[in-house]
């Protein structure tokens, strides 16, 4: 009953939230604008990847076009429509996450820890504001069921889910290194096959359907400047990662246009340390079948990708913050997760709002110092031995 409790006071809280607030103020520092305008390109009939190229991989951009295609029929098609339809949807994806949250909770720190990491969550503001400025909480919620099916013994769910993010955001393919880890041969080569499948014959279809706008849409996700990172500050891009204007959408050759300055340090020479310490961290955990452990493991695989990753987007808090506090001792990992989102609240969107880029060189360095103490404390949870891991 008191589950039941938490997940229907953060549903009703988030809801209130959407029908109290005017759609233009509570998307104010967001994304949602944006989407908007290319969700309206499909009133001529345009399509992501087959009339315009999109920097987004597919499942998003669809699902947008046919909730502004909805406001349509149900209303007058207006942003405070969309919004509504978006919002609820966001809203429903992050749900299910706490659900799952809660579950994974359960399995890994027990019935109480569960309830409180629950209240936790609930009352965090990163997620809360981020489900009315992005679409994060669907790569969120695939994360979570993808770790909730692969902990309860059903692996071929656990793939597809991985499958479908990798549709999503490129992120969820990161919980494979940890079956690749924990399974043996035969179940995590048939678990890789089936996320390989799930993710790459929708690509097919699309690759065929629209041509160079789909190869433009992929190339672009490879192409963009480094931005809002330690790699942005050595090439002194001080900027967000956006874009452009929608309306260049149309135009293929914006999809590569370099937008800021090259990187000084060699793509290869970053990936190869990234990737030798990720060898490493692979070769030296120990999971031995502990879903606390590998839950943990796939938390330090992610921390070392935003670490290796040339950009940062602030809502990428939202999927690495449940998985944080499930792996981590609660004081602890609730000390991380205030600390990253007063600096990443900080930077935006209070600095870059305002055109204070230049601040760009204060919150990157304590984001990044803060990722990296993060790792050095997963990776000690990771090698603990049992009785360190049955510690709360």
């Given at each position: ?312 987007s602030p809502q990428w808090q939202v999927f690495l913050f449940p998985l944080v506090l499930l792996s981590l001792p609660y004081q602890r990992a609730l000390l991380f997760v205030m600390t990253l989102s007063a600096v990443n609240l900080?930077e935006w969107p209070v600095l870059l709002s305002r055109g204070l880029n230049e601040w760009l060189y204060v919150t990157v360095l304590l984001r990044t110092g803060l990722l990296i103490l993060l790792g050095f404390s997963l990776w ?13």
């Amino acid at each position: 009953m008191k589950r039941k409790t938490v997940l229907l006071l953060f549903l009703a809280f988030r809801l209130m939230t959407l029908l109290t607030f005017r759609a233009e103020d509570l998307t104010l520092f967001g994304d949602y604008q944006y989407y908007y305008q290319l969700a309206s390109f499909s009133d001529q009939g345009d399509l992501p990847f087959i009339d315009y190229w999109s920097e987004h991989l597919p499942v998003f951009p669809f699902l947008s076009v046919g909730l502004y295609q909805l406001s349509r029929l149900l209303s007058d098609g207006s942003y405070q429509a969309y919004v509504y339809l978006l919002g609820t949807v966001m809203i429903l994806f992050e749900f299910t996450a706490l659900r799952l949250f809660m579950n994974l909770a359960e399995r890994t720190w027990g019935e109480e820890r569960a309830l409180q990491l629950g209240w936790t969550y609930s009352l965090l503001f990163i997620p809360f504001i981020f489900t009315f400025w992005t679409f994060e909480a669907m790569t969120s919620c695939l994360i979570l069921a993808s770790l909730w099916l692969l902990v309860s013994g059903r692996e071929r769910s656990s793939a597809v889910a991985v499958g479908a993010g990798a549709l999503t955001k490129l992120v969820p393919v990161l919980v494979v290194p940890s079956v690749i880890r924990d399974r043996p041969f035969r179940c995590w080569l048939r678990y890789a096959v089936i996320v390989f499948l799930v993710a790459t014959v929708p690509v097919g279809i699309l690759l065929a359907a629209g041509g160079p706008y789909a190869i433009a849409s992929f190339r672009s996700i490879l192409s963009r400047p480094s931005y809002e990172t330690i790699w942005a500050l050595i090439d002194g891009n001080l900027t967000t990662g956006l874009l452009g204007p929608a309306a260049e959408r149309f135009d293929v050759s914006t999809a590569g246009a370099l937008r800021g300055n090259p990187a000084r340090i060699p793509g290869w020479l970053r990936t190869s340390l990234f990737g030798l310490i990720g060898l490493y961290v692979f070769w030296r955990a120990e999971l031995k079948e502990s879903p606390r452990r590998l839950v943990s493991f796939v938390c330090l695989t992610v921390v070392l990708f935003l670490l290796w990753s040339k950009g940062w987007s602030p809502q990428w808090q939202v999927f690495l913050f449940p998985l944080v506090l499930l792996s981590l001792p609660y004081q602890r990992a609730l000390l991380f997760v205030m600390t990253l989102s007063a600096v990443n609240l900080a930077e935006w969107p209070v600095l870059l709002s305002r055109g204070l880029n230049e601040w760009l060189y204060v919150t990157v360095l304590l984001r990044t110092g803060l990722l990296i103490l993060l790792g050095f404390s997963l990776w000690r949870h990771v090698r603990a031995r049992d009785g360190a891991d049955r510690r709360t």
